[in-house]
T-cell receptor, first 116, second 117 residues
Framework: DVKVTQSSRYLVKRTGEKVFLECVQDMDHENMFWYRQDPGLGLRLIYFSYDVKMKEKGDIPEGYSVSREKKERFSLILESASTNQTSMYLC???????????????FGPGTRLTVT | AQSVTQLDSQVPVFEEAPVELRCNYSSSVSVYLFWYVQYPNQGLQLLLKYLSGSTLVESINGFEAEFNKSQTSFHLRKPSVHISDTAEYFCAVSDLRNGGSQGNLIFGKGTKLSVKP
C-alpha cells in the first residue's frame, strides 16, 4: 500500500527556533512536495523536488528551505520560525509525469505546527 | 495563469439529501482533474480523477464527477449523502507551467461539506 509518512503529527516551537519537518515515501516516486494549509486559503505550494538534490521554489518559499539527499526523503526547514508560520504542513509525492505518472499526488497525514 | 475556483466554501446538507460541490478551472488546453477529500486531522486522499476517456468518473463510495470541457467545470455530486461524508473536499488541476513536465497540481481553496442528521 502506498505510504507517505511525516515525522510528527503535532509540533510546538518557539519563535526563532530552527525547525525540521521530515517526510518519507516508500513508493519510489520522483516528485515530492511541501504544502502549507491554512483556513480559507487551501493548499499553497512551498517547495517541490523532482529528483535527488534538486529543488524548485513553489508559490510561497519565503522563510523556508528544503533538502533532498535521498529519493525517499524530503525535508522542510524553517531556519528561524515565526508565528506566521503556524500552520498545517502537508507532504506529498507523485510519479514523474514523464515516466507515465498521472500527476496523482499521495499525501502524508500532516504536521500541525504551532510557533509561539 | 491557471486557477481553480470552488464556488462554495461551505455546504450544509441533511443526511440522505443529494449534494453538488462545484469546481471550475481556467485552462485553454487539456488538463487532468482531481477531487481529494480531507477528513478532520488527516491528510488528503484521492477521491476520483479524470485523465481522459469517459467524461463521467466515479468513486467507490458513491461520488461522481463530470468533466465538462465547454464549461471548464468538474463538479462533484452524490445522490444521497451520509454523516460520514462530512469532510473538506478539494478540486485540483494539473499545472501546465513549464509544459507540465514537473507534475504539479493547482488546488482550489476547498469546500467544507457538513452533513446533518
Amino acid at each position: 500500500d502506498v505510504k507517505v509518512t511525516q515525522s510528527s503529527r503535532y509540533l510546538v516551537k518557539r519563535t526563532g527556533e530552527k525547525v525540521f519537518l521530515e517526510c518519507v515515501q516508500d513508493m519510489d516516486h520522483e516528485n515530492m512536495f511541501w504544502y502549507r494549509q491554512d483556513p480559507g486559503l487551501g493548499l499553497r505550494l512551498i517547495y517541490f523536488s523532482y529528483d535527488v538534490k534538486m529543488k524548485e521554489k513553489g508559490d510561497i518559499p519565503e522563510g523556508y528551505s528544503v533538502s533532498r539527499e535521498k529519493k525517499e526523503r524530503f525535508s522542510l526547514i524553517l531556519e528561524s520560525a515565526s508565528t506566521n508560520q503556524t500552520s498545517m504542513y502537508l507532504c506529498a509525492s507523485s510519479l514523474w509525469s514523464g515516466t507515465g505518472g498521472s500527476y496523482e499526488q499521495y499525501f502524508g497525514p500532516g504536521t500541525r505546527l504551532t510557533v509561539t | 495563469a491557471q486557477s481553480v475556483t470552488q464556488l462554495d466554501s461551505q455546504v450544509p446538507v441533511f443526511e440522505e439529501a443529494p449534494v453538488e460541490l462545484r469546481c471550475n478551472y481556467s485552462s485553454s488546453v487539456s488538463v487532468y482533474l482531481f477531487w481529494y477529500v480531507q477528513y478532520p486531522n488527516q491528510g488528503l486522499q484521492l477521491l476520483l480523477k479524470y485523465l481522459s476517456g469517459s467524461t463521467l468518473v466515479e468513486s467507490i463510495n458513491g461520488f461522481e464527477a463530470e468533466f465538462n470541457k465547454s464549461q471548464t467545470s468538474f463538479h462533484l455530486r452524490k445522490p444521497s449523502v451520509h454523516i460520514s461524508d462530512t469532510a473538506e473536499y478539494f478540486c485540483a488541476v494539473s499545472d501546465l507551467r513549464n509544459g507540465g513536465s514537473q507534475g504539479n497540481l493547482i488546488f482550489g481553496k476547498g469546500t467544507k461539506l457538513s452533513v446533518k442528521p
